[in-house]
């Protein structure tokens, strides 16, 4: 059985082009190679109903995962965990470990630029700590707010800041750990070879007869036109159980693709 992911991106920034959404592609490219089948990637504005909105849908797909990114700082449009409250009909209150995580953080950063230490739990920084009822904080290695795990009805929900260095240092230290634990003994092998001398329309049946004859493996051809000339990367995936042998039904599905190929005057190259 595979473990599902969803992946809910929020910030208006994201929606009106004018931030690049790193963080999906980031933490994508993790859960898959962790051996996590990615199932949905979703980007919401900062507002507190459609947040709520997307978190019930995603809770209704029953994922055992759901990472969201972004709306966890001090300004009044960081509204993630007021949309979570929503959608998780909890209060929001102001969580004591958190608090604490949010003052050392802050300490830690006029220390080390010998600014004054007496800090200061201004508004601002007491709503990085306020936390839907029962949330678990989780320490943020780099920045203040802290991210937040939720646990509710088998899917367990992260929300982690939008910063790409803070979320992903609080994924490898908290999430990695668990989804590898969830996965168990399922893996992701991957391999790519380049096609010339073939178009994607002639390659197309091919796909179809090479992933008939090979249960598991996913075939998708990837045009990347050189100098006016047809040349496509082959991509080949598959998640399974390491006891399948996954790797090995790579290779055959690849040598098969090679004599197919070739045998309709395409030309294969290894992908380096």
């Not at 859960?31 to 709520?52: H, K, M, Q, W």
């Not at 909890?90 to 969580?95: A, G, I, M, S």
């Not at 790409?164 to 999430?175: Q, T």
């Not at 990695?176 to 002639?202: H, Q, T, W």
Request: hydrophobic residues 40%.
């Amino acid at each position: 059985m595979t473990v599902g992911i969803e992946v809910v991106c929020i910030g208006n920034e994201l929606l009106i082009g004018k931030i690049v959404n790193t963080n999906a592609y980031w933490l994508a490219r993790q859960a898959t190679l962790l051996g996590a089948d990615v199932r949905r990637i979703t980007v919401i504005p900062d507002a507190v109903e459609e947040i709520a909105s997307c978190i019930r849908e995603a809770m209704a797909r029953k994922p055992q995962f759901i990472v969201t990114t972004g709306g966890l700082g001090p300004t009044f449009d960081d509204k993630t965990l007021q949309g979570l409250a929503v959608a998780f009909n909890r209060k929001l209150e102001v969580n004591q470990k958190a608090l604490a995580m949010v003052k050392q953080r802050c300490f830690e950063y006029v220390k080390s630029r010998q600014m004054p230490t007496e800090i200061q739990l201004t508004p601002p920084r007491v709503k990085m700590a306020t936390l839907p009822q029962d949330a678990e904080p989780i320490n943020n290695p780099i920045g203040t707010a802290p991210g937040v795990r939720i646990d509710m009805a088998g899917t367990v929900l992260f929300a982690l800041p939008g910063v790409p260095s803070e979320m992903e240092a609080i994924f490898n230290e908290a999430i990695e750990p668990l989804l590898k634990k969830a996965v168990g003994d399922y893996v992701f092998c991957e391999r790519s070879i380049f096609v010339d001398n073939m178009v994607e329309s002639r390659l197309a049946p091919l796909i179809d007869q090479v992933m008939h004859d090979n249960p598991g493996v996913y075939a998708k051809s990837h045009p990347m036109h050189s100098e006016g000339k047809p040349h496509i990367e082959l991509h080949l995936t598959i998640r399974a159980n390491s006891e399948q042998e996954p790797a090995n039904k790579l290779k055959k599905a690849l040598e098969e693709f090679t004599r197919l190929i070739e045998e309709h005057d395409g030309k294969v190259y290894p992908a380096f």
